[in-house]
């Protein structure tokens, strides 16, 4: 007789040697199921998590973060029923609010696998779980999509990025466009960097208009002129 068969024997055996009751083997079978199922689904996230990471060209910190966020989230349940692929994607946009990346929803959703609504839902869960960034809208979530849908340099968005912290430490958005400031960061970016792009394309790109930004720029100016 070899191990497998052992193996198999002791299925069929609880710890005293005794036959198992066709009960307690059902639920032995259950159990060994949902273990496989749980193991299979922590997988799944964990590749996605390293999929959007890979492709939004973030940084191993952010990866682990968001793996961790992730990891514990799903093995305590809190997140029971919901769509892993969206919890993945939660977790990876929890990692960039939290350190302040200037990527948005929009971006993350972009390349993520679950629904931008799926994705909204599951951060809340996190949000409940480990009081991350609170979902308002900042100036700092709509600059990264700004400074793409505008092709502007890497330095130009690094600067922009900067702007936008600035007004998120000084809380400078309450009461404000978010978006429009968001533009108006970018439009200052572009001047100290040289790039190339008006205050008009700037605002269709925002969907803002013009004079929106030139009042946001106007702000923007008083902290850093």
């Known amino acids: 007789r070899g191990i497998g068969a052992e193996i198999g024997d002791s ?36 590749i996605e998590i390293r999929r959007i990471v890979s492709a939004l060209e973030l940084g191993r910190s952010y990866r682990d973060r968001a793996a961790y966020l992730f990891r514990d989230t799903h093995d305590e349940g809190a997140a029971q029923g919901r769509s892993i692929h969206g ?96 533009a108006a960061c970018v439009y200052r970016a572009a001047q100290d960097t040289d790039a190339d792009v008006t205050q008009g394309g700037l605002a269709d790109a925002a969907d803002v208009t013009s004079n929106t930004i030139r009042n946001a720029r106007d702000l923007l100016a008083e902290y850093t002129d």
């Not at 005794?18 to 964990?46: D, F, M, Y």
């Not at 999509?145 to 998120?168: E, G, I």
């Open 11 to 46: 299925n069929e055996q609880n710890d005293l040697g005794s036959p198992r009751s066709e009960g307690l083997k059902r639920k032995v079978h259950r159990e060994a199921k949902i273990q496989s199922k749980t193991e299979r689904n922590r997988r799944k996230g964990l």
């Open 87 to 182: 919890l993945a994607a939660a977790a990876v946009y929890g990692a960039v609010r939290e350190r302040g990346s200037g990527l948005s929803l929009d971006e993350i959703a972009a390349v993520a696998t679950a629904e931008q609504s799926v994705i909204k839902t599951a951060y809340g869960v996190l949000n409940r779980e480990y009081g991350l960034a609170a979902d308002v809208a900042t100036p700092l979530d709509h600059v990264g999509r700004l400074a793409s849908d505008t092709n502007v340099a890497d330095a130009c968005r690094r600067r922009a990025v900067q702007y936008a912290k600035l007004l998120d430490e000084r809380h400078s958005f309450s009461g404000r466009d978010p978006r429009g400031l968001a």
